[in-house]
């Protein structure tokens, strides 16, 4: 069954650096999502992303964070300069076709820790 | 403004015993709602969905979702809990005019032998 998959598992870095989290989605899939989750809080959609162009993000994205669809199967989120409250579990998901009926599947994702 | 409560952060049942997990929603027009489970170290994996089609919606697992809008409400249900279920569980919502899903708070799920 295709699933999305997330790289890495786990990334460690110190505040102020830049982290890329890396997702591939579903190859048939034209939505993108990323969304995040403090630990012991809610899942929270930070933006999604449809014909190479951001079409909503929340007020957590903010100019540090950047998506980018480099090529036919990745999708990218770029924290420019971490801080320690972005420590948290990066989801990302895709979905075939038009919200909001649609199904969003996620990723296992990326657990970042900033230090 | 859209928001999901889920009522309950901890559940526990006997292995065999119904699942009840609770979900109320607010919304100003129809919404879509969604229960995700999320198993240890894994990703969130879609339960079932409401899309407006039919008010009780089964799905997989053994699961499955009454829409109650009168109540608005989305409980989740199982008839026999199994130790495979003990999991989180998200209740989440999604206006039509919107991307973004909104998540409840979650539900641990524990199931004792």
């Known amino acids: 069954e295709p699933e999305v998959t997330q790289t890495p598992s786990h990334q460690v870095t110190q505040m102020g650096q830049e982290v890329i989290l890396r997702c591939v989605p579903i190859s048939n899939h034209l939505y993108f999502y990323w969304y995040r989750q403090i630990l012991g809080q809610k899942v929270e959609f930070l933006v999604s992303f449809y014909n190479n162009e951001i079409s909503e993000k929340s007020e957590i994205f903010d100019d540090q964070f950047s998506v980018e669809r480099p090529d036919g199967s990745n999708f990218t989120l770029k924290i420019r300069s971490t801080k320690l409250e972005d420590s948290a579990m990066y989801f990302c998901?895709?979905?075939?076709?038009?919200?909001?009926?649609?199904?969003?599947?996620f990723g296992p994702g990326t657990r970042l820790t900033v230090l | 403004a859209q928001s999901v409560t889920q009522l309950g952060s901890h559940v526990s049942v006997s292995e065999g015993a119904l699942v009840l997990l609770r979900c109320n929603y607010s919304s100003s027009v129809p919404p879509y709602l969604f229960w995700y489970v999320q198993y240890p170290n894994q990703g969130l994996q879609l339960l079932l969905k409401y899309t407006s089609a039919a008010t009780l919606v089964k799905g997989i697992n053994g699961f499955e979702a009454e829409f109650k809008k009168s109540e608005t409400s989305f409980h989740l249900t199982k008839p026999s809990a199994h130790m495979s279920d003990a999991a989180e569980y998200f209740c989440a919502v999604r206006r039509g005019n919107t991307d973004k899903l909104i998540f409840g708070t979650g539900t641990r799920l524990q199931v004792f032998p």
């Open positions: 998901a895709s979905s075939e076709s038009d919200p909001p009926a649609s199904t969003q599947y």
